[in-house]
């Protein structure tokens, strides 16, 4: 079982960049793909970003790509999401996830957190 808390969420001006964190319990982080999802208002679940078990494979949304990056350290057992260039379309509720298989589909992740608001003002 994994337990996973995001964090770094907050208001920030269009332009700006925000960091998010996924803190995961248990010693087993390193077997699990992890994903970022959002969630507007309204609005289905959708896939932002995903990176393998050893972080050297990513697959970004085509709206993520070239301003959010996607990162883990296993010695932590922490996911980030670098997001730069916000805009007030990526205002949303932001949930990281975690998987065994390869998919990008939000029914593919078995554990997720919270979730955490992020708000881009124009």
Known sequence: QVQLVESGGGLVQAGGSLRLSCAASGRTFSSYAMGWFRQAPGKERVFVAR????????IYADSAKGRFTISRDNAKNTAYLQMNSLKPEDTAVYYCAATTGWGIGYTEYYYWGQGTQVTVSS
């Open 51 to 58: 990176i393998n078990w050893s972080g050297d494979s990513t």
